[in-house]
């Protein structure tokens, strides 16, 4: 079930924001509004399989200051989101597999996020490779085994060698590793 965090980082890209209690201006676009309990509500209704909290996720910066300051942007939303989603899926769709998205750059972040979460309900956790090579990706998978991760979702793989790591770790490592991009949805499309 996708939550829409994509859709959310290309509206942060645009200068464009979701529609909430303030107005709008005249130069943004209305957009979806997703909160936890939304996604957590079409969860308890459709009966998924497996879904993914809503994240706001990190953009591709070239620069280490920058990404330390996006990080910290999102960090405190993500950490409430993640237990907010965490609390409410057990209250009303405990059977559905819960997915928290790891958004940052660093295995220091990975170590702060995994802090500060600690010991919420969730099945696995799931981790977008956009700006990542095959070792960074490696580094992050091998730290998830060691802190005890088992099921895995890896966001926006659509390339072999990604896919080819992605079926080491699944058969050395991980019960359970899934994939996804948005361009094979666009693949499907044409």
Known sequence: MDTGGFQKLSAEIKRE???????????????LNLSPETVVNAAAQLKPT???????PVRKLPDFEQRERE?????????????ETSQL?????????LFIPVQCYTL???EDFMKAIRGIHMTGLSLPIRGMNLFDIALFLVRFHQVGIR???LLGVSA???????????????????????TWRQAAVH
Not at 17 to 26: A, D, E, I, Y
Not at 162 to 176: G, K, N, Q, T, V
Request: net charge positive.
């Open 50 to 56: 497996a879904m993914m909290a809503l994240d706001a």
């Open 160 to 182: 072999f060698f990604p896919m080819a790591l992605a079926a080491y770790f699944a058969r050395h490592y991980f019960r359970w590793v899934s994939l996804d991009a948005q």
């Open 89 to 97: 899926t057990l209250k009303r769709c405990p059977e559905v597999s």
């Open 17 to 31: 924001r979701t529609v909430g209690k303030h107005p709008l201006s005249k130069y943004e676009k209305m957009l």
């Open 71 to 83: 990080f910290r942007t999102k960090f405190d939303r993500n950490v409430r989101w993640a237990i």
């Open 108 to 110: 220091q972040h990975l």
């Open 151 to 153: 099921n895995v979702h």
